[in-house]
């Protein structure tokens, strides 16, 4: 059927598109493709070996997510994040992701529909106490990765960590922000980190300890690691970005 077949053909477009961009992403999450580095959609047609119809549209949402600038006259590179960029970041990611954790502990005077959906699914909730394990499973692979300070297996799993608990606030638009905030400021961070030959000891390793105070309910200890950890994150790039 003429219906069927192009659906899929949007379908597998879509995917490929898909699989582009998060192929790039993690180039430059690796640090391979280094800030400042220019490219065009042909080059990386030729590189994936597809057409520059979902190359070019991979490239355009890259650049919608802040992780690249468009040229239209020489077209595209990685953006370099100034060490302001990682500030902002850092106070940006603290103020939604306090919101989220008064959402999940304290629905009392929750008066949004993304609150009140969040009141239905509290820590007290065995369904999302069931959630919760499965997001302190995911936090001990980011917590061993982060203390054998393999950065790239860590990155991967620190995004998957927090788009797991902040999916359990039930808000989808704040989820979606702090996950895009939280691969700024991983890109932002991997080009100072990559300095270090050994990085054991300098990575937060504390994902188990924030699902565990969460569980239980207690909202000071979780700010208080969360505080902690982004104090120590902005310390240590902004000791690194001097030099």
Not at 203 to 221: G, I, K, N
Request: with cysteine; proline share 2%.
């Amino acid at each position: 059927m003429p219906g069927t077949g192009s659906g899929n053909g949007a379908v597998t477009r879509s995917t490929l598109r898909q699989q582009i961009a998060d192929a790039l992403r993690d180039e430059v999450l690796a640090g391979r493709l280094q800030p400042g580095k220019e490219f065009t959609v042909k080059e990386i047609a030729e590189q994936y070996g597809v057409s520059a119809t979902p190359v070019r549209e991979a490239l355009v949402d890259l650049s919608a997510q802040g992780l690249l600038d468009a040229d239209q006259h020489r077209g595209f590179r990685v953006h370099e994040y100034s060490l302001s960029d990682y500030r902002s970041m850092i106070e940006a990611r603290s103020l939604v992701t306090e919101s989220i954790f008064h959402g999940l502990l304290d629905g009392a005077a929750a008066t949004t529909r993304g609150a009140r959906a969040a009141l239905a699914t509290r820590t007290d909730d065995p369904r999302t106490a069931t959630a919760l394990a499965g997001v302190r499973r995911r936090g001990e692979e980011a917590q061993r990765s982060a203390t054998a300070g393999d950065l790239n297996i860590l990155i991967g799993y620190d995004l998957r960590f927090w788009r797991e608990l902040s999916g359990l606030f039930g808000n989808p638009y704040l989820a979606d922000f702090l996950h895009r905030l939280r691969v700024q400021s991983w890109v932002c961070a991997v080009q100072h980190l990559r300095r270090i030959e050994d990085l054991r000891g300098h990575l937060w390793a504390e994902h188990t300890e924030l699902v565990d105070a969460l569980a239980r309910r207690d909202a000071t200890a979780a700010h208080e690691i969360v505080a902690a950890y982004n104090t120590h994150s902005l310390a240590l790039i902004e000791l690194l970005a001097q030099g």
